[in-house]
């Protein structure tokens, strides 16, 4: 797994991947509209109890070192080890389910990516 560097900033999360040279934007229960755009991953946390219950949601936004937005040229295995950082390492748990948006740049590319969801046991 890459080193990654945590901060924040507001009410985000930024993950910082300098060996791939991208920003990762961590929003809690934000709410996509039509005017959000770029490389968008959504994923939503769980807790057990029994069955699996979600318990929020977090928008991933991948942006370059000069905080503007990637649309093109995502190294997806980069932004997935980033998002399994942050649940694995900041969260502490396994329990998440990663989507693409409608209003990512990657909806239409969503065919390449390998099956993100693990069989928990």
């Not at 910082?16 to 809690?28: C, G, L, M, P, Y």
């Not at 959504?42 to 928008?59: H, Q």
């Not at 936004?61 to 190294?75: G, N, Y």
């Not at 649940?87 to 990516?113: E, H, K, M, W």
Request: with cysteine; proline share 2%; net charge negative.
């Amino acid at each position: 797994m890459e080193t990654f560097k945590i901060t924040t900033a507001g009410n985000s999360t930024l993950i910082t991947d300098e060996a791939n040279s991208f920003i990762v934007k961590v929003e809690k229960d934000k709410i996509l509209t039509e005017h959000d755009s770029g490389a968008i991953l959504e994923a939503t946390l769980y807790k057990e109890e029994g069955t699996f219950i979600p318990v929020c949601s977090y928008i991933f936004t991948i942006m370059d070192a000069q905080f503007d937005f990637i649309v093109d040229d995502v190294d997806i295995d980069a932004f997935n080890e980033a998002i399994t950082f942050f649940f694995n390492t900041i969260l502490g748990t396994d329990y998440f389910v990663r989507s693409v948006p409608i209003c990512s740049s990657l909806y239409v590319a969503q065919a390449r990516f390998k099956p993100f969801m693990k069989v928990l046991s």
